[in-house]
């Protein structure tokens, strides 16, 4: 299977948090939610927990790239309508084998952040620390 | 392009509200109201929103214009104030009161529930 003839795609992107789902989804051609249900006793609970995206007949550079600018509009998308700010991570993605072939690209993401957060050190002693911390000013 | 970017805008407003910051939230909102030349006319309490923003976004003193017309929408015991001097013209809001995380809070929600009907999507 060549790498470089355009091809169908699916680009799995996770939510941050799981969005509850009153009422219903409607998918699109190109756009199908990941919802979880969750029952407890005789009660069901729905949750948004990602979405899948299709992207057609294109190289995997520019499907990917076409998937992360619909990823974000759609995670802005539920973030304004469920008022919860979440994010969208790429979790995984693969190509849709043609008829006739049996083989896919694949590929799944271990990280799912791309900003990283982190403290290489910090010294609660050192004399602008200390500065800051006692800093009282209006 | 721009409509993407208000969606954005948006959608980091209510990220700000989310964590408790609704200065910020009011300031990332309002980009929308810019863009979208929104006035008094479309939008209660726009010009309450347009001078908070202002004071959000700039450090004091600020100018005449922009103290007049906080002095227009606010007074003296309208929020509670680090500083609160006219004359030096510097006002400036404590962000970490309770009366005023209230008060923000309630101009943050409303201006969000605004645009979210002029986005269309609300909830």
């Known amino acids: 299977m060549s790498n470089i003839a355009p091809m169908d795609w699916i680009f799995h992107y996770r939510l941050s948090k799981k969005i509850t789902l009153l009422n219903q989804v409607q998918n699109s051609s190109n756009i199908e939610f990941e919802i979880f249900e969750e029952k407890i006793l005789k009660k069901i609970s729905k949750y948004i927990i990602g979405f899948k995206i299709t992207v057609r007949d294109s190289l995997l550079e520019q499907a990917e790239e076409q998937s992360k600018t619909i990823a974000r509009n759609l995670k802005n998308i539920i973030t304004i309508k469920s008022g919860i700010p979440i994010e969208a991570d790429l979790k995984d993605y693969h190509s849709i084998p043609k008829k006739g072939e049996t083989g896919k690209i694949a590929n799944t993401f271990e990280f799912l952040y791309n900003i990283k957060g982190g403290i290489i050190d910090l010294d609660l002693t050192n004399s602008n620390i200390q500065s800051i911390i006692n800093s009282n000013e209006n | ?123």
Do not use: W
């Open chain 2, 1 to 123: 392009m721009k409509t993407s970017l208000n969606y954005q805008y948006l959608s980091q407003g209510i990220f700000h509200y989310y964590n408790g910051n609704p200065a910020d939230s009011i300031r990332e909102a309002f980009k929308i109201v810019e863009e979208k030349n929104l006035s008094d006319n479309s939008l209660p309490n726009y010009h309450k929103y347009k001078v908070l923003r202002n004071m959000f976004s700039h450090p004091p003193p600020y100018d005449n214009s922009t103290i007049n017309k906080f002095l227009n929408e606010f007074n003296d015991t309208s929020f509670d104030y680090n500083i609160f001097d006219c004359k030096r013209k510097i006002i400036l809001i404590n962000l970490e009161s309770n009366k005023n995380i209230r008060l923000l809070n309630k101009f943050a929600s409303e201006l969000i529930s605004v645009l979210r009907k002029e986005l269309k999507l609300e909830i």
